[in-house]
């Protein structure tokens, strides 16, 4: 790659995933008012497009209070590590042959786990420094979720990078050429995609936040910009479950007549909805429900996935 | 033949007081209400009580409220007055309708009864209520504190030398210390209600949920001794939305009393106008028109419908599914519409009058009803896949929050939360009020008694009321809308001008509102939320002595803590949003 492209694509990268998570805020806002009967946000600009600056005009300049009772050194830092661990994940994901970071590497998905194991440290270091009991309540229960769904998450993926024989995403979707994973590997997709709501904390796996049971989780003491980085993370959090899901299992950019960037672009815009519309119609579940089926029917889905996939590709090999 | 006639019309709790040794009743009391009525010493009441439990099953602690008999003009001759009367208020629920009112004559300098705690617990917040309230004390209470009024209150304001308007008072002003005393006082001290700070391994966890929480339905707060997750014990505090309905009631005439009572249960709009309205009917001995009866009973239950769609939507919500609540509130508006369109007016139209209501039905009602009535079954059908069937909202509510019928009754409950643990008793048919016995509906039971037992009775009768509506807009009778009573409308305007005489009563009536001959009288129904009742005492005066209102949603809450012990937070929001209640409801 010559030096020049290279930062193109790294900076294009950085800010198509922070424009992404800003717009997909008002697409979530948008779709929710869809599905729920209401216009949703539509008075600021065209279509209510400018609501996502107005939004952002006001997470800069609201007041950055600091709760005088709390850890300050770890309660800055907190959201800085989430923000940047979802951030630096997306040097993996390749949207076209051509423009990806680093979708060659060959420890790709290894690096992705790594950076969304490094992001449980953001949710639990955020909720115990704010030393309030929401918080801490958030960050217990995010702590015990993150890790045990990454354990799903990483299993369910073990058939698909033996099937690819490889660890970085662009074999992966090369591997993809005659049929998508989705298809072979459909246990491990569904898996996958669950442990993907979980790990984002997203509804009915919302239990970090559960507003109704914990005012706002393990972020309610932060404000403005910090919270904002919660909040970004969140959503690039999406985009990153969603793209993987693409690259993994969806075929990545590959389709037939129109350009890559759009197959790929398409693919992770119809999964975002998708988490839209399960926030929509799912109610959430209790914590050790949720846990329960991690540990119960998740865990024994990917295992069986796994040894089903090893023992066709070792027949396979065999004949 | 006349004794049986009489026993008869004692009923079995009135039977076995007059049953009992002479020496432990007073004196028993006629009342225009028609309640058996005892007077009993505080030295025998709790052996009376005691006695009236073990005679029979399912018998209700129904309400416990005190009287400020000091400046009462109008007492009936032969009766033991004292300076205080502790009344208390036992329904049965096993088999047809049962009331028996104990009344406790206390001096105004002694003002004391012993406690009855032990014998219902959901005495528990009665007496403290009335001792908040009226200063009547309960000796062996265990907590015998404030809980409407802010600990640092003085007085008692339910008495009747207690001011009843800020403007009897200088001025109010709060400085930083006095503020700073007032939310000292709010700190919770976990000792104070006897809980321990550490189990053998473990430090618990004291939560403060409310009075600002997503969940908790208004200002109601909940402290909450945590182990990990798992509640130990939860201390309720409510009072936060107090406005002292009672005491406003005996500074407004009948009439103008009557949107007071909207407020009270403000999702149940008119369905608060019941009982008040047919209370004061009771004592004037007024006549309800069949009309009017009808459109009470559509509009009551245009108001259960609407009050239940509150309740669904916002548990589901609760429970973290974000649409349905939109939908239903969708479909309430439509509900408000059709109120708009009779009333004027959408959540507190205050619409009942003393005899009838205010206007009569506006033209074309009929069609709007009717379209109503074809539009909602769909939806709930559409609902009850998206909600009663939904395996989340299952695994979250059932066996959540379990109470038996036997323990619903001993903590008060009434209404879709008893139903809901199999027992069938609605007022509407064990006592049919307004004309209810000639509506054919169902009860609706289910009979687990859990979170989704009480929902799933909730929606059930969502379609009951339906069916009561479609029966009012078929059979809806002509005439008049509103009793020819002079107490219930003054003269016609027209011939004011004729004579003198009428244009004086006319003034009278409409300057002063009218007078009410003196007496008791107690009306209850089958509101929204459980049993509403208003007790209200007339002194032959233009405004009430005295109105009790006990509310469903008070008695309830006070069992929450119950049936939280040993759930976890997340179970606790499934109970809290089951226990149908509204705050204002609940501190009146």
């Known amino acids: 790659m010559v030096w020049w492209w290279a930062i193109i694509v790294i900076l294009g990268t950085v800010f198509g995933v922070l424009a992404v998570a800003a717009l997909s805020t008002m697409l979530e806002r948008r779709l929710l008012g869809f599905f729920q009967d209401r216009p949703g946000p539509n008075r600021v600009g065209p279509f209510g497009l400018l609501q996502v600056a107005a939004d952002a005009i006001k997470m800069l300049f609201k007041q950055d209070w600091i709760p005088p009772f709390a850890d300050k050194p770890v309660f800055f830092i907190a959201p800085i590590i989430g923000f940047l661990a979802v951030l630096i994940s997306f040097a993996m994901i390749p949207i076209t042959p051509s423009w990806s970071v680093a979708g060659h590497l060959n420890v790709g998905l290894l690096w992705v786990f790594g950076m969304m194991g490094l992001h449980v440290y953001s949710v639990v270091l955020g909720g115990w420094s704010s030393n309030n009991k929401f918080a801490l309540l958030g960050a217990m229960r995010a702590t015990a979720q993150m890790i045990s769904y990454e354990v799903f998450m990483g299993l369910s993926l073990l058939g698909v990078v033996m099937t690819a024989g490889s660890f970085a995403l662009s074999d992966i979707v090369e591997a993809q050429k005659h049929v998508w994973f989705v298809i072979p590997q459909c246990l491990g997709a569904v898996v996958f995609f669950i442990a993907g709501i979980a790990e984002t904390h997203r509804l009915p796996f919302d239990l970090p936040e559960g507003e109704n049971e914990l005012g706002a989780g393990y972020h309610t003491e932060y404000s403005s910009m910090k919270f904002g980085m919660f909040f970004l993370a969140e959503y690039a959090g999406m985009a990153l479950i969603a793209s993987l899901v693409t690259a993994l299992y969806l075929g990545g950019w590959s389709g037939p007549i129109l350009p890559p960037v759009v197959w790929f672009v398409v693919k992770a815009f119809l999964l975002l909805c998708f988490f839209i519309l399960l926030r929509t119609a799912l109610p959430r579940p209790r914590y050790d429900q949720l846990m329960a089926f991690g540990w119960k029917v998740l865990l024994p889905l990917s295992l069986l996935n796994t040894l089903v996939t090893g023992a066709v590709l070792l027949l396979r090999a065999g004949a | ?588």
């Open chain 2, 1 to 588: 033949m006349s004794e049986v006639l009489e026993r008869s019309r004692l009923g079995a709790m009135g039977a076995t007081v007059a049953a009992l040794p002479p020496h432990m009743v007073l004196t028993e009391e006629a009342t225009r209400d028609e309640v058996p009525t005892f007077w009993v010493s505080r030295g025998q009441i709790r052996e009376v009580l005691k006695a009236v439990k073990r005679a029979g099953r399912l018998r209700m602690l129904f309400d416990l409220t005190a009287v400020d008999e000091r400046q009462r003009e109008h007492k009936a001759a032969g009766l033991p007055y004292g300076g205080y009367t502790v009344v208390y208020h036992l329904t049965s629920f096993d088999g047809p309708l049962d009331d028996l009112r104990l009344k406790v004559p206390v001096p105004a300098d002694d003002a004391t009864v012993p406690t009855i705690t032990d014998l219902w617990p959901n005495a528990n917040w009665l007496e403290r209520e009335a001792w908040d309230l009226m200063g009547v004390v309960f000796e062996g209470h265990p907590a015998l504190r404030r809980i409407m009024l802010p600990p640092t209150w003085e007085g008692h304001p339910l008495r009747k030398d207690h001011y009843a308007r800020a403007t009897e008072r200088p001025p109010f002003t709060l400085t930083d210390e006095d503020m700073m005393r007032e939310q000292e006082a709010l700190k919770f001290d976990p000792e104070a209600w006897g809980m321990k700070r550490h189990s053998d391994n473990s430090d618990f966890m004291f939560l403060n949920v409310g009075p600002n929480h997503p969940s908790v339905h208004g200002v109601f707060r909940l402290m909450l001794q945590l182990e990990g997750e798992f509640i130990v014990d939860a201390v309720p505090d409510i009072g936060y939305h107090h406005r002292g309905a009672e005491k406003m009631a005996e500074r407004q005439t009948w009439h103008s009393f009557i949107p007071y009572t909207d407020r009270v249960d403000y999702v149940g709009g008119v369905m608060n106008n019941f009982p008040y309205v047919m209370g004061v009917e009771k004592l004037a001995g007024i006549t309800v028109p069949d009309r009017a009866k009808m459109i009470r009973i559509m509009l009551a239950e245009f108001f259960r419908l609407s009050s239940h769609m509150v309740f669904y939507g916002t548990m589901i919500q609760d429970l973290g599914q974000l649409s349905p609540v939109f939908f239903i509130f969708t479909d309430r508006e439509h509900v408000f519409e059709i109120i708009e369109k009779i009333c004027g007016f959408r959540m507190h139209p205050a619409f009942f009058r003393i005899g009838g209501v205010a206007m009569d039905l506006p033209k074309g009602w009929e069609g709007e009803v009717k379209a109503f009535l074809d539009y909602l079954p769909k939806r709930l059908d559409e609902y009850d896949k998206l909600v009663m069937q939904n395996p989340i909202f299952k695994a979250r509510t059932k066996g959540v929050g379990v109470y038996s019928t036997e323990e619903a009754v001993e903590w008060g409950v009434t209404g879709p939360g008893l139903r809901a643990t199999g027992h069938e008793w609605d007022y509407r048919k064990i006592a049919p009020y307004s004309g209810y016995d000639q509506i054919p509906f169902e009860v609706p039971v289910a009979h687990n008694g859990d979170c989704y037992d009480r929902a799933l009775v909730h929606v059930e009768e969502m379609r009951q009321s339906l069916r009561i509506i479609r029966y009012c807009l078929e059979n809806m009778p002509e005439g008049p809308y509103k009793a020819e009573h002079p107490l219930a409308m003054p003269p016609p305007k027209p011939r004011t001008m004729h004579d003198i005489e009428t244009l004086i009563h006319h003034f009278v009536g409409v300057s002063w509102g009218p007078v009410m001959p003196p007496g008791e009288a107690r009306s209850c129904i089958e509101a929204t939320k459980g049993l509403n009742s208003y007790y209200l005492t007339s002194d032959g005066g233009t405004m009430s002595y005295r109105t009790r209102i006990r509310t469903p949603s008070f008695i309830h809450l006070q069992q929450i803590p119950l049936l939280a012990r040993g759930a976890t937070l997340a179970d606790l929001i499934a109970i809290v949003g089951s226990v149908d209640f509204v705050m204002a409801d609940v501190d009146r």
